[in-house]
């Protein structure tokens, strides 16, 4: 059984910081892509960020050079660093993990629970 826990959200003034965390448990052979998405209320679900377990990374443009996406293989967690955060940037916010079991499986698709981020003054 795998297991998607997200950390780290909270009520923010524009101009502000946060750090997400997702880490991913149970019996996990590799973690391919790691993403964040957002669904702020009203609206559709948005990819934010993505990084491979190369290190490759891409980003919405409504995020660059404000947000930073890392991982920790090691610990099988990804990380979000928002900085500059604009009211805009309201949502809830949920990591994705495609997981691979063994050398031999296909890829499956996870979500985590999803954290509220709230930029407001």
């Known amino acids: 059984q795998v297991r998607l826990v997200e950390s780290g959200g909270g009520l923010v003034q524009p101009g502000g910081s946060l750090r997400l965390s997702c880490a991913a448990s149970?019996?996990?052979?590799?973690?391919?892509?790691m993403d964040w998405y957002r669904q702020a209320p009203g609206k559709e679900r948005e990819l934010v960020a993505t990084?491979?377990?190369?290190?490759?990374?891409n980003y919405a443009n409504s995020v660059k050079g404000r947000f930073t996406i890392s991982r920790d293989n090691a610990k099988n967690t990804v990380y979000l660093q928002m900085n500059s955060l604009k009211p805009e940037d309201t949502a809830v916010y949920y990591c994705?993990?495609?997981?691979?079991?063994?050398?031999?499986?296909?890829?499956?698709?996870?979500w985590g629970q999803g954290t509220q981020v709230t930029v407001s003054s």
């Open positions: 990084m491979t377990s190369d290190g490759d990374t």
């Open positions: 994705n993990a495609r997981i691979v079991f063994s050398r031999w499986s296909t890829e499956y698709d996870y």
């Open positions: 149970g019996s996990i052979f590799r973690i391919n892509v």
